[in-house]
């Protein structure tokens, strides 16, 4: 399990870094928010729309509350087609489970597509350190590879970066021109840099979107071929597959795949939608079904549904927070809103302050295509951190103290009472200062010359 | 799944909206209003995981969908005016304008200039919350810009 007490990541603080380099922010907040407008074109050309999103919503829901009898359904199925199947308890069984199938197969160099999966389980550096070559295939997660970063977005991992940086990022690694940031010129030279680690690979492997129990097969989403190419050229293909990612029927991906691409990027499908069903001819095909922490989510009446999460990213987009913050600012696998409500179900202790890196304006919940309650939950996660013990100092102090006031009349009037006198008389500098956070980029409200309440018990109040 | 409290919120709106009550939309036209005139924007305001679902421009359209932006509508001399992004927060989220004080002035300011590059006179909102963090944005910045809450139009036009 995890470690008891994990160092808290600081969202606010590396969110204020980010803010601070201000073409990073302004350009992030303006390529985040195109891709929601995106989205929103895309699915006002959807009409019946609402009914998919019901519809995926209900799917999702039926299977997690059969989990246990879709996933028997879809090992029976996936074993049949010739697929190994094996499952995996924790991040630890799973990067294990790799890494024998890898060794008794004598693998050397690994070729994988994007996988949020195995960036949750921490597999690449598990691999790496013992010995074994892993090149990331999706443009924007072998630039993040090379940056020695995590991904920053579950879609567009790289999408907090400038050109410019990720031309300097190249010359160091690729020996292009620092000075060319034209992006053919660049995705070109990542594509001849990547071109013969494919065919070099010793095996390939994937994540999944979905995996289909009636069948036994699952599907894998890219835009860039990537993960078709990596799953092709090697004799071994491993795929990661979250418990989760079950759906019953064939038809029900029908569902999904209209809502997956439209939700993310605002393209009606991802150029690549690519059904596995059994290993190819000569091949072998292995997937790893992961519960790491899963099964514990299912088991909370207050958390369950972020399990019906298709990895869209469209909270994250819509998302003001996330927007200004850059998604590294979560100290997180995975950031913006759905990170804000997964994150904790792994470290509370870790991820204690993400629930408060939001301004709740339920904007995530408005946009999720399979309908999660997302702005809830971070208000009931931030009451579970709270429950803990494990508030900020400040905010712990903070809170007990307006709780008093606001519980006590008294004290609220005198507290009022202060408040308008101090606005009123009070010198700029013991108003404006490194204690009023607020008075930093906003001018403090007036002081009114009646309260409401003064008002009302002037006018209207009845003996 | 809906919060109680947002039933709360969207059925107080609608008693703004029927003001003179039968269940019809009645409103007596502020003539104080219209004799100043002005260039105005109902902003969204997007309190807790709520208010956005009656003026939404995302999701499902709410029953109640820009109910004071309908309302609004009908005021004589009152121009409405459009802006780039209509349902973003303004960054005040309670404790959350001082804990996370970077990001929350940068959604703020954001919000406000977006209201500002289209020469708006008034920001028109029902939530005081919205109103107070982004007056104390405009009056940092100096902007020629009037918060103003919705009430206060449909009952006669800014004092």
């Known amino acids: ?463 | 799944m809906t919060p109680k409290q947002l039933i709360a919120i969207v059925d107080e709106v609608h008693g703004i909206l029927r003001l003179k009550g039968d269940g019809r939309i009645h409103l007596e036209l502020p003539a104080s209003w219209a004799q100043i005139g002005g260039r105005a924007e109902p902003t969204t305001p997007t309190s807790f995981g709520s208010d956005l679902r009656y003026a939404s421009v995302q999701g499902d359209a709410h029953p109640f969908a820009h109910a004071h932006r309908e309302l609004l509508r009908r005021v004589r001399g009152l121009e409405l005016i459009e802006i780039d992004r209509p349902d973003e927060c303004c960054g005040f989220g309670g404790s959350f304008c001082v804990t996370d004080e970077a990001v929350s002035a940068k959604m703020g300011y954001n919000r406000v200039n977006d209201f500002h590059r289209r020469g708006v006179e008034y920001i028109v909102s029902a939530d005081m919350s919205c109103l107070l963090h982004m007056k104390g944005v405009i009056d940092r910045l100096k902007l020629p810009i009037k918060v103003i809450h919705v009430a206060q139009i449909l009952n006669g036009g800014p004092a």
């Open chain 1, 1 to 463: 399990m995890m470690p008891a007490k994990s160092r808290p990541v600081d969202p606010e603080g590396l969110a204020a870094r980010f803010i601070a380099l201000e073409k990073h922010d302004s350009t992030h907040d303006h390529l985040v928010w195109g891709m929601r407008m995106n989205r929103d074109r895309a699915i006002a050309a959807v009409p019946d729309w609402k009914e998919l999103r019901e519809l995926a919503s209900q799917i999702k829901e039926h299977t997690l509350t059969h989990l246990d009898q879709y996933l028997e359904q879809f090992e029976q199925n996936a074993k049949k087609l010739g697929t190994q199947v094996h499952w995996a308890r924790d991040a630890a069984e799973h990067n294990t489970t790799v890494y024998d199938i890898l060794q008794s197969h004598g693998v050397k160099s690994l070729i994988k597509s994007k996988s949020m999966l195995q960036e949750e389980c921490g597999m690449t550096p598990y691999l790496e350190k013992r010995g074994i070559e892993v090149t990331e295939s999706d443009l924007g997660e072998r630039i993040q590879q090379l940056s020695g970063e995590p991904p920053s977005h579950i879609v567009v991992p790289a999408i907090h970066k400038l050109r410019s940086d990720v031309a300097k990022l190249f010359a160091k690694d690729l020996g292009t021109d620092p000075n060319n940031s034209a992006p053919h010129y660049l995705v070109e030279a990542m594509r001849n840099n990547a071109r013969p680690r494919f065919m070099a690979a010793d095996a390939g492997m994937t994540g999944a979107n979905f995996a289909v129990a009636e069948t036994g097969g699952f599907v894998v989403c890219t835009n860039e071929g990537n993960a078709d190419i990596g799953a092709s050229v090697p004799p071994l293909h491993i795929a990661s597959i979250g418990i989760e990612k079950l759906v019953p029927r064939p038809r029900d991906l029908g569902v999904f795949i209209r809502m997956l691409s439209r939700s993310a990027l605002g393209s009606p499908i991802t150029q690549y939608t690519s059904h596995f069903h059994g290993p190819r001819k000569g091949g072998e095909l292995h997937v790893i079904l992961v519960d790491n922490t899963r099964t514990d989510l299912l088991g909370s009446p207050d958390f369950w549904h972020g399990l019906k999460c298709i990895r869209c990213g469209a909270c994250m987009n819509t998302c003001p927070v996330y927007r200004r913050s850059g998604g590294l600012s979560y100290g997180a696998t995975y950031s913006g809103p759905i990170g804000v409500i997964l994150d904790p179900g792994f470290d509370l202790s870790k991820y204690r302050e993400p629930p408060f890196h939001s301004s709740l304006c339920g904007s995530c919940s408005e946009v999720c295509p399979v309908k999660i309650d997302i702005s809830d939950q971070i208000y009931k996660w931030r009451r579970v951190v709270a429950q803990k013990g494990l508030l900020r100092v400040t905010k712990a102090v903070g809170m007990s103290v307006l709780g008093k006031t606001l519980a006590h009349p008294d004290l609220f009037h005198a507290g009022e009472f202060a408040a308008e006198s101090a606005l009123a008389h009070l010198p700029r500098f013991l108003l404006y200062n490194s204690l009023n956070p607020w008075g930093k980029h906003r001018e403090m409200p007036a002081a009114a010359p009646q309260t409401f309440r003064q008002w009302y018990i002037e006018n209207r109040r009845t003996k």
